[in-house]
């Protein structure tokens, strides 16, 4: 049986543009997947797609058990979109933005307003249910625009780079109302390009790139397709990095790569921490002064990197393939 | 946080007609709320008919010609439909701003992504506006009033006609908002579609009969003038005000205004409801 979230072979083009490549999704009811790309990837034309926004080129897309292509609107009312700015009415109060949404799900006017208060006290917004929009800060925008999304309880969340633009406090806060939710049983498709985020959030992650998923697996399995742990060193002293490339090249189980400017010295092991203490007593043996010296394990920043040849963040300025469904892609959308 | 899960009934479609009427509704009561909400936006609208009336009828007023008279009296009461139209028209270059504003900000996508009837994003927009737009024309007709504007005597017009020049006057707003409308989808930005609902609004309200009398306009001029949908309006309303300077032309729009100011209102709305509809369903921000 396909999960709540089903695509097969998506394919949207824009002009030369291939912004979706043949994307399969499969999530099951209940869990949350991370669509983690840098900007330009897809994830957002991806997102677009599965909510009835965009009609993909070719290919096939099931929602919440309904056809996205031939039942768009039975979709409509079983998803909840939270994209990627605060889509919400800045010269409306927090109240009347959620009751124009209620009402708009087809909910009749006084069932709307009675959601609207719980949504608000749920959200941490009864205080300022009655300003505008306009004079909520960052944050409090995102958090309205989650409980638009919420209106109606969808069995499905797609939320577009829910924290991009947050400051730590506030995407801590945001963080927490989205785990809350999923512990609740909602299906969740989260875009994101802050690694850490995926990690926090997702059960699984699918990394895109060029339109492509590109890996996928849970955050483990994917440091795990990256290599192992490895010992990081930094050393006081500028002379005595050769001496410490020495060392580690006894304990290593590759090659050494050494960072001059950083005087830190990396070296692939197998062993923990046994080997890291190890190493430690090695070191101080040879009398090496160092700043710092631990065992990491992959980020996802490395499995990007190794994935992709590139860093995550790299492309975001400059690249004029900006994410699909913003920035250049406007024009082109619209111009259909 | 439990209840943000706790099933809220979603009601069946229902009759796709009543639907729509609702959700325009809807949409609708959040323009009205949010042009409360800017009442700069509102004053600046009342300000420039305002002047229009003003400059036109103290700086042209006594040079202009109008049915062999040169009386400022005669030209106040010949512009003032002129301008009661051309203000109507400027309600094209909100609608469209509005519609671009919501689109820029992510708007028109929270509606899309909405089990809500697709043209009644725009509808409600269209609606709102033709709400300012009667707000208006009210008190431009005060300022009428005021500045000397009269309807003729009597015999040749009553509170009936004068109250369906207005009526034809909002029906013509109406029409142009569409056309508003679909320009805002159509650009990227508020700013264009501010600029670009209201630079073609000159050509066309100018070349007509609004300010000028048509028939001392060269020949070719004066046919375009004639067919212009929105001299129509303008002479519909002098023949409904019996104002002076009603245009003696035997094309079809000048002997027939009433109804050809409908005919045309009429099809612009079919026409450009049609088109904006069709790209709001592909629009995207």
Known sequence: MPGAIYAEGLVKTFGDVRALDGVDLDVPEGTVLGLLGPNGAGKTTAVRCLTTLLRPDSGKAVVAGVDVLKHPDAVRRRVGLSGQFAAVDEYLTGRENLQMVGQLYQMKAKAAKIRAD??????????????????????????????????????????????????????????????????????????????????????????????????????????????????????????????????????????????????????????????????????????????????????????????????????????????????????????? | MSAVTDAVQITAPSNPVSQSIRDSLVVAKRNLIRMSRIPEMVIFGLIQPIMFVVLFSYVFGGSMMIGGSTSSTDYRNFLMAGIFAQTVTFA???????????????????????????????????????????????????????????????GDTNAAKVLGAFGLLLLAGYAFTWIGALIGLSVRTPEAATSGGLIWLFPVTFISNAFVDSSNMTPWLRHIADWNPFSATVQACRVLFANPGQSTSDAWPMQHSVWASVIYSVLIILIFRTLAVRKYRSATA
């Open chain 2, 92 to 154: 094209t270059a909100g609608a469209g701003a509005g519609i671009a504003d919501d689109m820029h900000k992510g708007l028109i996508d929270r509606f899309r992504s909405l089990p809500m009837a697709r043209g009644a994003v725009l509808t409600g927009r269209t609606l709102a506006d033709l709400v300012q737009t009667a707000l208006t024309l009210l008190v431009l007709a005060v300022v009428a009033l005021l500045v000397g504007w009269r309807v003729g005597s009597d």
């Open chain 1, 118 to 336: 719980v949504l608000l006290e749920q959200f941490n917004l009864a205080d300022a249910a009655d300003r505008t929009a306009k004079t909520y800060s960052g944050g409090m925008r995102r958090r309205l625009d989650l409980a638009a999304a919420l209106v109606v309880s969808p069995p499905v969340m797609f939320m577009d780079e829910p924290t991009t633009g947050l400051d730590p406090r506030n995407r801590q806060q945001l963080w927490d109302v989205i785990k809350d939710l999923v512990s609740g049983g909602t299906t969740l498709l989260l875009t994101t390009q802050y690694l850490e985020e995926a990690d926090h959030l997702a059960h699984d992650i699918c990394v895109v790139d060029h339109g492509r998923v590109i890996a996928r697996g849970t955050a483990d399995q994917l440091k795990a397709q990256t290599g192992g742990e490895r010992v990081e060193v930094v050393v006081h002293e500028r002379e005595h990095m050769e001496t410490a490339s020495e060392v580690l090249r006894g304990f290593g189980k590759g090659e050494t790569t050494v960072e001059e400017h950083t005087r830190k010295l990396t070296v692939p092991v197998t062993g923990g921490a046994k080997l890291l203490a190890e190493v430690i007593r090695e070191l101080d043996t040879r009398g090496i002064e160092i700043d710092d010296i631990g065992l990491r394990r992959p980020t996802l920043d490395d499995v990007f990197l190794s994935l992709t040849g590139h860093v995550a963040e790299e492309r975001e300025e400059g690249n004029g393939v900006a994410d699909a469904g913003k920035g250049s892609k406007r024009k082109k959308e619209a111009g259909k």
